[in-house]
């Protein structure tokens, strides 16, 4: 089954404690992407690959860090997270071939809810 | 700045057809209208997208008017578990980080 997936699914941490939260995906798609969704804010992108080792900064990138060593993986990292950074979090992917299915389709993890106090 | 306008909340019964209108009077030459939902907390989901003509595919059909201002999501026949948050968002194909911002969306409620 074609899928995104994400872990942990919910995490609470306490300030400062350097956290990763994994994003992988089996499509083969070049493109990953990270969001972060706040009420009344909606979602906004953090970070975005177009390619392995091809990262580059979002709407929201302070705070966070990325890394695309392999095409299917596209960890999410806090070096040293704070009570502002509680949210839900999103990865996507897609691929970048124009067409159905295409770089419009954007494929969505199930989400990872973080709280850090 | 928000591309799109959209109604905060609609009701539609089960089994008839959900109209979900978006405007986007501002939108140029370039620019698609996607379609994406959210049920409870989840992952968003692709549902259609469309330049100017009007597209049908297994979840919905996405009618958009002439001079493009303005477009109607319609789910033929809504189920319950249609129930969810719907985002109207307009980008140019080739958006550069292929980013996409949502609004607000229409709250769309199934009711049987």
């Known amino acids: 089954e074609a899928q995104v997936t994400q872990n942990p699914r919910y995490l609470i941490t306490v300030t400062g404690k350097k956290l990763t939260v994994t994003c992988s995906q089996n499509?083969?798609?070049?493109?990953m992407s990270w969001y972060r969704q706040d009420p009344g804010l909606g979602l906004r992108q953090i970070y975005y690959?177009?390619?392995?080792?091809?990262?580059d900064k979002g709407d929201v990138p302070e705070g966070y860090k990325v890394s695309r060593k392999e095409k299917r993986n596209f960890p999410l990292i806090l070096e040293s997270p704070s009570p502002n950074q509680t949210s839900l979090y999103f990865c996507?992917?897609?691929?970048?071939?124009?067409?159905?299915?295409?770089?419009?389709?954007?494929?969505f993890g199930p989400g990872t809810r973080l709280l850090v106090l | 700045d928000a591309k799109t306008t959209q109604p905060p909340s609609m009701d539609c019964a089960e089994g008839r057809a959900a109209n979900l209108p978006c405007n986007h009077s501002?939108?140029?030459?370039?620019?698609?209208v996607y379609w994406y939902r959210q049920i409870h907390s989840q992952g968003p989901q692709y549902i259609i997208h469309?330049?100017?003509n009007n597209e049908t595919n297994e979840m919905a059909s996405l009618i958009i008017t002439e001079d493009r201002k303005s477009s109607t999501l319609i789910l033929p026949h809504a189920t319950l578990r249609d129930t969810a948050v719907y985002y109207c968002?307009?980008?140019?194909?080739?958006?550069?980080?292929?980013?996409?911002?949502f609004g607000a969306g229409t709250i769309l409620r199934v009711k049987s």
């Open positions: 996507a992917s897609s691929s970048l071939e124009p067409g159905l299915g295409g770089r419009e389709t954007q494929y």
């Open positions: 499509m083969n798609h070049e493109y």
């Open positions: 690959s177009m390619n392995v080792e091809v990262t």
């Open positions: 501002t939108i140029s030459g370039n620019e698609y």
């Open positions: 469309g330049l100017k």
């Open positions: 968002i307009v980008r140019a194909f080739m958006e550069y980080g292929n980013k996409l911002v």
